[in-house]
T-cell receptor
Framework: GENVEQHPSTLSVQEGDSAVIKCTYS??????FPWYKQELGKRPQLIID?????GEKKDQRIAVTLNKTAKHFSLHITETQPEDSAVYFC???????????FGSGTKLNVKP | EAQVTQNPRYLITVTGKKLTVTCSQN?????MSWYRQDPGLGLRQIYY???????DKGDVPEGYKVSRKEKRNFPLILESPSPNQTSLYFC????????????FGSGTQLSVL
């Protein structure tokens, strides 16, 4: 089955700096890559996703890039703010099977 | 309000005592699934359902059962809970068909003593 690895496990940045979280996947058939944000004590919520026919997607301060050849995708957060502090999960899925494989999570701490 | 409702929010039980965690969605979603969240392991899929009466195993199905008799409900059943099933559980739903956005419930923190 699919194996998704996520790095780093923790990331601490100063407010205003950029943050990058990276994920790799093993199954070249995976074609959908969402990112979820989970604030402390809350449920995960989708913040951005990308499909395999696109190399990059941006939504305000958040962007995701996908390199299908290398089988890795990354989340980029610019101009970080304290409210960006949370755990971020990447995931991979393929076809219509709706099996999702999540990374182990990255705890982002944005220091004011 | 569109939502996924899980109950209970917290549950403490003892080994071997059957329990059910309920999940209900009001968005007419076809796809529903269950995950467990453990520190350092992320979210792992237990079971999922593509539609009524259609269920399939995820990555960690051992010790769990599910049923999908109605479109809106997808209960998770632990017939004989064990301490290694102590975890935070999330139900999620989506429109289905093509890996749509997952809407998560508020979670159930289960402790098996």
């Amino acid at each position: 089955g699919e194996n998704v690895e996520q790095h780093p496990s923790t990331l601490s940045v100063q407010e205003g700096d950029s943050a990058v979280i990276k994920c790799t996947y093993s199954d070249s058939a995976s074609n959908y890559f969402p990112w979820y944000k989970q604030e402390l004590g809350k449920r995960p919520q989708l913040i951005i996703d990308i499909r395999s026919n696109v190399g990059e997607k941006k939504d305000q301060r958040i962007a995701v890039t996908l390199n299908k050849t290398a089988k890795h995708f990354s989340l980029h957060i610019t101009e970080t703010q304290p409210e960006d502090s949370a755990v971020y999960f990447c995931a991979a899925s393929k076809g219509n099977f709706n099996k999702f494989y999540f990374g182990s999570g990255t705890k982002l701490n944005v220091k004011p | 309000e569109a939502q996924v409702t899980q109950n209970p929010r917290y549950l403490i039980t003892v080994t071997g005592k059957k329990l059910t965690v309920t999940c209900s969605q009001n968005m007419n979603h076809e796809y529903m699934s269950w995950y467990r969240q453990d520190p350092g392991l992320g979210l792992r899929q237990i079971y999922y359902s593509m539609n009524v009466e259609v269920t399939d195993k995820g990555d960690v199905p051992e010790g769990y059962k599910v049923s999908r008799k109605e479109k809106r409900n997808f209960p998770l059943i632990l017939e004989s809970p064990s301490p290694n099933q102590t975890s935070l559980y999330f139900c999620a739903s989506s429109l289905g068909h093509n890996n749509e956005k997952l809407f998560f419930g508020s979670g159930t923190q289960l402790s098996v003593l």
